[in-house]
């Protein structure tokens, strides 16, 4: 693909991306109340949150999903159950985390980790084979 | 990932180098675990044999832990039941944050253990502990969640619900070893009426925040007002109870709970924008034009929100 065509597919893709974080609801239908969430002393995490619902509503993230039999709606409903701490900790160790269950191997994590990062190499514009 | 491309890995020279690594990796990188500690007041040995038994089926621990502890708190589900929140397929197993999620969507407080020696207290109060072993080599790792029961400081022993076993007497040395290696990750799943033998009260919080989170808000009231009972003047707990009662359209009732916020704590500009809204919903314009004016009188990091609050207020006719 040409160099210029590239750089708008990748600007057209944030784009979305960030049009589905900026549309997504808020919980609370009077925006003049102060949640709970900001009184509990907890990092910023908004954007962790958002990027984590942004990648769920993709539709390529939502048949790889599907694929590994996880129902997108269900991994949302999980997100959003979160406290903004958790979510920073599930963001950043997506990865590294056990899932107990009596199955051996780290490298079975590894195949998450691959699909997060060319998703978001993806976003990026470094790559461009999806 | 198939089979075969992984055998590639273990053969010929790199096999030794494989070996070299585990052996190293084995001696030297088992976290340093902790040792049993009973405390005085605790007795000697204790089993909460009530908790029911559900064995686990092929890679179902984690629903089968969490279905143990959540009918132990009055709420009887099955694993089968919990498989689709917790179990996650590709994993073959349950994330530690799909087994905090599924318990707040059933509107149990999610409490974290935090280290060896915490859950005595927990048992001789009759609260189990759902635990996260690795079962295998810290290099391969067989990752595994139990539900721990009872103690016994003569014996040295514990017992869990584990697997297939429905009485599963583990030495503390063993338990100690295997628990280690998820850096002593546990859970306890208690009622929002109950408290933890040990409760900490910024935990407490974000395990009932947790609640309000997960659109729970009957629980998310109760567990507020648990929290009342033993922090009594926690403005979090007034102004999580205020906000979960708004949420289920009791003007009244969120309305009481910020009148205690500020009543409390009067520099608490969030607690006087919070309560300016709910009067100004029940169609109090006065009082709640004062107390949106305290609030921006008070100012403070979300003093843009007071603002707001104030103008629309003063812009209703």
Known sequence: MPRMKRVQKSVSILMAVLMVMISTPVSSVFAAMIGTEALLVNPDTSGARDQLRSFFDRKDVQSELTARGIDPDEAKARVDSLSDAEVMQLADKIGALPAGGDAGGTLLFIAIIVLLTLLVLEITGYTDFI | MPACRICRYFTGPLLLLWIITGLLVGCVGLPKSELPVRPENLPATREIAAVPFYPQSKYQCGPSSLAMALTYSDLPITPEALQSQVYTPSRKGSLQMAMVGATR????????????????????????????????????????????????????????????????????????????????????????????????????????????????????????????????????????????????????????????????????????????????EQGRKQEALEAAQRAVAIGGPMAEVYETTLKEIQSDN
Not at chain 2, 113 to 121: H, T, Y
Not at chain 2, 156 to 180: C, D, I, P, Y
């Open chain 2, 105 to 280: 969507r059933h509107g149990r407080i999610a409490y974290p253990i935090l280290g060896l020696n915490s859950i005595w207290p927990e048992i001789a109060a009759g609260h189990p502990v759902i635990v996260l072993q690795n079962l295998g080599l810290s290099w391969i790792p067989v990752w595994h969640y139990a539900v721990v029961i009872g103690y016994d400081f003569i014996e040295n022993t514990v017992v869990l619900r584990s697997g297939t076993s429905e009485r599963k007497v583990m030495s503390f040395h063993t338990f100690g070893k295997t628990w280690a290696r998820s850096e002593y990750w546990g859970l306890m799943v208690l009622k929002p009426t109950q408290l933890p033998a040990i409760a900490r009260e910024k935990d407490y919080l974000e395990a009932v925040f947790g609640l309000e989170k997960s659109r729970q808000y009957q629980a998310a009231i109760e567990g507020y007002q648990t929290t009342l009972t033993r922090w009594p003047r926690s403005l979090v707990a007034f102004m999580g109870l205020g906000n979960s009662l708004y949420a289920l359209g009791d003007l009244i009732g969120a309305e009481n709970a910020f009148k205690m916020a500020v009543v409390n704590h009067p520099q608490a500009a969030n607690a006087h924008n919070n309560l300016a809204q709910v009067l100004f």
